[in-house]
């Protein structure tokens, strides 16, 4: 696969996880990461990790969470896979079990920060378009 057909498959999977169409996750991503690292972030979400075959969104929603937990990420780059992973099926049961299960390797300040999160949102699909205030 070439950078260029890694590109354009990685602002699909940038537009699908955002809720919006490849021309707006472009302006998105652009207008906060600016083009030179909203390109590389392309190629690499063009690759096997967001493109393979041998995980599922649901699969890569879920260690994308456990990842930006371990980080104390719980702002709205959190929200997106939050309703990545619902859209995939896992609930707000599913979601509190991963907080727990996170618990016991990354601390309870970030889970109980990541539950509020959890919570706050509900079920309903999270932050979309215009509304995304931190993409990468």
Do not use: C, K
């Amino acid at each position: 696969m070439s950078d260029q057909d890694r590109l354009t498959a990685g602002r699909a999977v940038y537009a699908r996880n955002f809720g919006v169409d490849d021309a707006t996750a472009q302006r998105l991503m652009e207008s906060r990461a600016g083009s030179a690292f909203v390109a590389e972030s392309y190629v690499a979400a063009g690759g096997p990790g967001w493109s393979g075959v041998h995980l599922t969104d649901r699969d890569r929603s879920v260690a994308t969470i456990a990842a930006l937990v371990a980080q104390g990420v719980t702002d709205d780059r959190l929200a997106v896979y939050l309703r990545v992973a619902r859209r995939e099926g896992l609930d707000d049961d599913g979601l509190t079990e991963l907080m727990i299960l996170l618990t016991a390797y990354v601390g309870q300040p970030s889970t109980s920060l990541a539950m509020r999160a959890v919570l706050g949102s509900g079920s309903q699909e999270g932050p979309r378009g215009s509304d995304i205030r931190h993409l990468t």
